[in-house]
């Protein structure tokens, strides 16, 4: 299987966030349609036996990847609130009892380690420039909407909507009342990009660029009869996250005198030179104090995922839960029947650290549903529990 970074160009509002296994529906109908139901059913098959045919991202600014879903501890020390904060909580209790710390009478004000807090939690975006680098310099590196969308961060919004009663020209009550719907307002050719895990020998890359221009011309999520959702594709190119990186480190970080030689750690045949300057390796540095190789321990996922029994270390790992309500879409969504079972997954950017050795995957997840669990209109329905993944290095 290769990954794919799709780029593509957002031409009006959207009625649903672009999410990965919202999108992952859409293209199977849209294969359906396209292809036939018959090739359908072959691109599925093997999907919840860790065999499947596609896994795709949400979207994300282009150039950019959600931040890990980690606690501040685990930031570096700088980071605001990270060590502070039982410190700030015990001086806020002061203030609210009317007392400074100082013992005078004190008025009680924000602070400015909670608006520098509330400031580190906007920024939810990572430059794919950090990524490679250590988890303290990704998160360090962190930037907010205004930033990551370059042409102007979305806003959400209610949109009103009405229907006429023909008989009386006006709105009315019940079905004729108005209402609203939240929809994301994005700025004029804003792109964005998807990460795309494909099986080529089930499905060439041709075929699938044609699948998802067929969603961008129609639309894409909630009220694309009505023009939500429309996009095109600009371009679609392999991609690989994490290149090797040199990173030195502080100075005199690898020069600690010691009376005898020692090595510590020494990974490959570089380190276990013998070393007459009586200085002490440290593990994966060169004698030159330069790290040759990105060694990754964790995933990070770039989609709602199901890891559930797949062997991750559940103290070491982060992550968010959100419940999936799903609903079919095309035909089946006119039914009498048009919801699917609830499904719990691992929201996107969540941190997993393996039980046992990280060995290097394009994705995580499993393919739920089949045999009527998730659906009594559809037996056959499946829902993407399949994540790509970024190998990152936790500090931890």
């Known amino acids: 299987m290769t990954t794919y970074r799709a780029t593509l160009k957002l031409h009006t509002a959207f009625g649903t966030p672009l999410a990965g296994d919202t999108l992952f ?3 199977c109908w849209t294969a359906r349609e396209h292809l036939g139901e018959a090739e359908l ?26 931040k890990p879903n980690v606690p501040a501890s685990l930031v570096s020390a700088n980071f605001v609130g990270a060590n502070s904060f039982a410190h700030e909580k015990r001086a806020i209790a002061t203030v609210l009892a009317g007392i400074s710390p100082s013992g005078e009478s004190s008025q009680i004000a ?89 099986d080529e020998t089930r499905i060439s890359l041709k075929t699938f660029k044609t699948l998802l221009e067929a969603i961008g011309s129609h639309g894409f999520g909630r009220d694309a009869s009505i023009g939500l959702g429309k996009f095109t594709v600009e371009t679609i190119c392999a991609n690989e996250f994490a290149p090797t990186k040199t990173v030195r480190p502080p100075v005199g970080a690898n020069s600690f005198a010691q009376e005898n030689t ?28 330069e ?24 103290d070491k790992s982060y992550w968010r839960v959100i419940t999936r309500f799903g609903r079919h879409g095309n035909l089946h969504g006119l039914s009498s ?60």
């Open 25 to 27: 529906g859409q293209l």
């Open 41 to 66: 059913e072959r691109l599925l098959k093997g999907y919840t036996s860790d065999n499947p045919w596609l896994v795709v991202s949400d979207g994300f600014p282009s150039g950019y990847l959600p």
């Open 110 to 198: 924000p602070t400015n380690q909670t608006q520098q807090r509330k400031a580190e939690k906007a920024k939810r975006w990572i430059p794919l420039s950090e990524i490679g680098k250590s988890l303290s310099e990704m998160l360090a590196a962190a930037v907010n909407d205004k930033e990551a969308f370059a042409n102007g961060k979305p806003v959400e919004a209610p949109q009103p909507h009405n229907t006429l009663n023909r008989l009386t020209g006006t709105t009315g009550e019940g079905e004729f009342a108005p209402y609203t719907q939240p929809q994301i307002f994005f700025a004029r050719d804003q792109r964005v990009d998807l990460y795309c895990v494909l």
């Open 262 to 289: 020692a090595i510590v750690g020494a990974t490959d045949s570089h380190n276990a030179i013998e070393n007459r300057s009586n200085t002490t390796i440290l593990p994966g540095l060169s004698p030159s104090g």
């Open 291 to 314: 790290s040759s190789q990105f060694e990754p321990t964790a995933y990070l996922t770039l989609a709602p995922c199901a890891p559930q029994g797949l062997g991750f270390d559940g």
């Open 337 to 396: 029947k048009p919801f699917k079972n609830p499904v719990l997954l691992a929201a996107t950017a969540a941190v997993f650290v393996p039980q046992d050795a990280y060995t290097p995957s394009q994705f995580i997840g499993q393919g739920l549903g089949g045999d009527g669990q998730l659906s009594e209109i559809e037996p056959a329905t499946v829902q993407q529990g399949y994540a790509p993944v970024v190998g990152i290095r936790m500090e931890v």
